[in-house]
């Protein structure tokens, strides 16, 4: 790389060349304005070079332009022709060529010095910046909470006021709970003697009640003392009292509208009972039969065989319940919970395999029990029969690959046709030599013995006869055609 003055026309189109200025005082060329953003470049390189780089730099040999360009770069600080030229020859003092390693060394420290001092200053400026405008918002919020415990106090009011303020902490107070269900009351238990402010503020932070100035000062007025302040120890005292009581009366309310509830039930469960249950037993059937019986637990085995688990599942709770049905009760319970409907033989029929005791009546354990064996029963019928319709499926697949197996047996078997009269004589009079097997031979010979002679030739000609026509024919469509 080389390096030519501002006189020399042809320094200014040669790409890669230092354009150096011509003027006397070279370092002051770093204080003008022109080359301001180069003094720049210059400190954003030289704040990021350590001491141990300057100190390789001050002990190394004279910088020439290509080796000045080559630590510019190591400096990442990227100039054109003419910036490189202009810091060269403010540095090249005795302008033969070289920068004197110790001195450009000196300069990047003072420039490293220079730089960081600004920015401490500018990040000093940027703090405080920053701390004022923190000052100033927490002033902003001191101020507000400050305007806002300023509570103005109504100097009149009236029962109505009163009257509203105490519902509101009524309602406070019935929905409160004890810790750690609900807030605590120690900032009135130990907050003293609380002002309309302090008061004001502890009820819309703890139980969220906010009070206009007129309900204020009637509540002020209502727990006040003789000081007119309101002693925190003595509102929680009665604010707890006040809570319990209400607690009390919601919890007996709760009672009182669960035992109407459980009343209205029994009134319905009687009145289901005088309708379906109450009225006179219908006398059972005696004489029924076993197509009754049979019919009655089919009915009974259907229900089972589709008792599933989850919300399939029959609700069986009523049987559970009743410890002795009668027939009335049996088939209105069999109706409701199970859908099955009897007729009178068949409900005679199962009661008569229900009853054990003879007594007429039938415990609900021993239908469920019942029921449960017939289900089971019915269960593992299911499975026997689907394992049966699985092997009946087997079988029928196997003896349809049976049956593709012995068709395709058949096609690909070899079949054999044995040659007919006209056949055999069409290849005697053609004189051909036919080889054949010996059954073949045998066949023949039979053949020969059994037809007369006359009927043989009879029948070559009719061979003979038949080849003519056809030759005739062939020979007609080839001429049209």
């Known amino acids: 790389m080389s390096y030519h003055h501002l006189d020399d026309a042809s320094a200014l189109s040669t790409r ?84 004197a390693a110790k001195e450009f060394a000196k300069h990047l420290s003072d420039v490293k010095t220079e730089e960081k001092t600004k920015r401490e200053r500018l990040a000093r400026e940027d703090n405080s910046y ?22 103005a106090v109504a100097a009149t009011w009236s029962d109505e006021d009163r009257d509203r303020g105490l519902r509101k902490l009524e309602a406070a107070a019935g929905a409160w709970a004890p810790p750690p269900k609900g807030p605590a009351l120690t900032p009135f238990s130990e907050g003293g003697p609380l002002t309309p402010s302090s008061f004001w503020q502890q009820l819309r932070v703890v139980f969220n009640v906010q009070l206009d100035p007129s309900e204020l000062a009637a509540v002020m007025a209502f727990f006040a003392n003789e000081d007119g302040l309101v002693d925190g120890g003595e509102f929680a005292s009665r604010f707890f009292r006040l809570s319990a009581e209400l607690r009390s009366a919601r919890f007996d309310e709760e009672r009182r509208s669960r035992e109407q509830r459980q009343r209205r039930q029994r009134d319905v469960e009687e009145a289901i009972h005088e309708r379906f ?7 059972l059937l005696e004489d029924y039969t076993e197509d009754d019986e049979a019919s ?27 410890s002795n049905m009668d027939a009335t009760t049996l088939k209105h319970f069999l109706k409701v919970c199970l ?10 029929a199962l009661m008569g395999v229900l009853d054990r005791h003879g007594d007429g009546l039938v415990d609900g354990a021993e239908f469920l029990t019942c029921f449960h064996k017939i289900v089971r029963i019915e ?3 299911r499975r026997e029969e689907e394992g ?94």
Not at 277 to 283: S, Y
């Open 296 to 322: 009655a637990l089919g009915k009974l085995a259907k229900i089972a065989r589709g008792a599933l688990r989850g919300a399939a599942a029959p609700d069986l709770n009523p049987f559970k319940k009743g």
């Open 16 to 99: 890669g060349s230092l354009i150096l200025p011509n003027i006397n005082e070279r370092r002051a060329m770093l204080d003008s304005p022109r080359w301001a953003l180069t003094r720049r470049k210059l400190a954003r390189g030289a704040f990021v070079i350590d001491q141990k780089e300057l100190r390789q730099l001050a002990t190394g040999a004279d910088l020439d332009p290509k080796a000045f360009a080559k630590q510019m770069r190591s400096l990442n600080v990227k100039l054109n022709a003419k910036e490189l030229g202009m810091l060269f020859c403010a540095f090249d003092n005795d302008g033969d060529g070289t920068v």
């Open 379 to 381: 269960h593992r019928r």
């Open 388 to 481: 049966m319709a699985r092997q009946r499926k087997q079988e029928s697949e196997e003896r349809l690959l049976r049956r593709i197996r012995d068709k395709a047996e058949k096609v690909n078997a070899i079949n054999v046709s044995w040659p007919s009269i006209e056949e055999v004589e069409e290849y005697a009079t053609r004189s051909a030599v036919c080889k054949v097997s010996s059954d073949v031979a045998g066949f023949l010979d039979e053949l020969d013995a059994e037809w007369p002679e006359d009927s043989v030739k009879r029948k070559r000609k009719t061979v003979r006869r038949k080849r003519r026509t056809r030759g005739t024919v062939r020979e007609q469509r080839s001429t049209q055609s």
């Open 339 to 348: 859908r099955i409907t009897l007729t009178p033989a068949e409900l005679a």
């Open 130 to 151: 920053f701390l004022e405008r923190k000052l100033e918002r927490e002033a902003a919020v001191v101020a507000k909470h400050r305007k806002q415990a300023q509570v």
């Open 277 to 283: 249950f109450a009225r006179d037993e219908e006398a």
